[in-house]
T-cell receptor, first 110, second 113 residues
């Protein structure tokens, strides 16, 4: 199976930068997704990494190191609306579909 | 149109009832998914349909029965559910299985009494 670990909760200040880490263990890694989910709403796609390195998309960036089984989501210039759960999801060659980690609940304070 | 729609938004049913959840997308996506999400937990994959054929059943009890009548529609038939089945049921679709972004519908909030 897969083991996906993320911090349960994080708090940050408006305007700051926050890094949400995700570590995984899987025998057939084939890509890693990040999704955002506001309370009571559906998840929305943020990023997909399959090769090592940093992918930047506006205020959000995602990094992957396959050798370390590690990814992070970097959020810059935090806004109050960034308060949400951030879900790391790993794709495995055996399943071909992603499986979610437990998620990190981020609270942005003024 | 990048929307996945789900009906109903809310459903309350008894343990002896039979009901169905519906999901629709018109993006031409060939993969469709059902997830179950309990409060403060991540979505758990239940079923995957690819090109209208069931590809994955994640050991879901038979009281949940999926159906894909055509490439745009996905149903989840419910029968003899238990109170612990109360959850948010999310439908999603993607261009194909694998490394493609999944688009999620707003979900059906199910309560089993």
């Amino acid at each position: 199976g897969q083991n996906i670990d993320q911090p349960t909760e994080m708090t940050a200040t408006e305007g700051a930068i926050v890094q949400i880490n995700c570590t995984y263990q899987t025998s057939g890694f084939n890509g890693l997704f990040w999704y955002q989910q506001h309370a009571g709403e559906a998840p929305t796609f943020l990023s997909y990494n399959v090769l090592d390195g940093l992918e930047e998309k506006g205020r959000f960036s995602s990094f992957l190191s396959r050798s370390k089984g590690y990814s992070y989501l970097l959020l810059k210039e935090l806004q109050m609306k960034d308060s949400a759960s951030y879900l790391c999801a790993v794709r495995d060659r055996r399943y071909d579909d992603m499986r979610f980690g437990a998620g990190t609940r981020l609270t942005v304070k003024p | 149109d990048t929307e996945v729609t789900q009906t109903p938004k809310h459903l309350v049913m008894g343990m002896t009832n039979k009901k169905s959840l519906k999901c629709e997308q018109h993006m031409g996506h060939r993969a469709m998914y059902w997830y179950k999400q309990k409060a403060k937990k991540p979505p758990e994959l239940m079923f995957v349909y690819s090109y209208e054929k069931l590809s994955i059943n994640e050991s879901v009890p038979s009281r949940f029965s999926p159906e894909c009548p055509n490439s745009s529609l996905l149903n989840l038939h419910l029968h003899a559910l238990q109170p612990e089945d109360s959850a948010l049921y999310l439908c999603a679709s993607s261009q194909d299985r694998g490394g493609y972004e999944q688009y999620f519908g707003p979900g059906t909030r199910l309560t089993v009494t």
